[in-house]
């Protein structure tokens, strides 16, 4: 089990840039693949992004390819999301997200994600 907690939501102007940060506690982070999954205020949750155990794999939702990159430090259990060109429609809660390694299916579909954090707030005004 893992347990995750995001930091570095806030309120920036379209075309500023943020950082999400994703602590991860569990004996074994490294086994874990990550995602970033957002909510939008009367929305489903949608995939923003993921990543493989090793870092080696990226994986992205066609509207933040090119924007945001995700990325990950095993040795500091964190899993990262860089924001650019923020566009007021990524306005959303925004969660990170662990699954097994173990566990199969398409690192798109939210359902196979077994652990989530509490969600930090980005919003992007015009």
């Known amino acids: 089990q893992v347990q995750l907690v995001e930091s570095g939501g806030g309120l920036v102007q379209a075309g500023g840039s943020l950082r999400l940060s994703c602590a991860a506690s569990?004996?074994?982070?490294?086994?874990?693949?990550m995602a970033w999954v957002r909510q939008a205020p009367g929305k489903e949750r949608e995939f923003v992004a993921g990543?493989?155990?090793?870092?080696?794999?990226?994986y992205y939702a066609d509207y933040v390819k090119g924007r945001f990159t995700i990325s990950r430090d095993n040795a500091k259990n964190t899993v990262y999301l860089q924001m650019n060109s923020l566009k007021p429609e990524d306005t959303a809660v925004y969660y990170c997200?662990?699954?097994?390694?173990?566990?199969?299916?398409?690192?798109?579909?939210?359902?196979?994600?077994?652990?989530w954090g509490q969600g930090t707030q980005v919003t992007v005004s015009s």
């Open positions: 997200a662990a699954r097994s390694v173990e566990d199969g299916g398409s690192v798109y579909v939210i359902a196979t994600y077994r652990y």
């Open positions: 569990g004996r074994t982070f490294s086994s874990y693949r």
């Open positions: 990543i493989s155990w090793s870092g080696g794999s990226t």
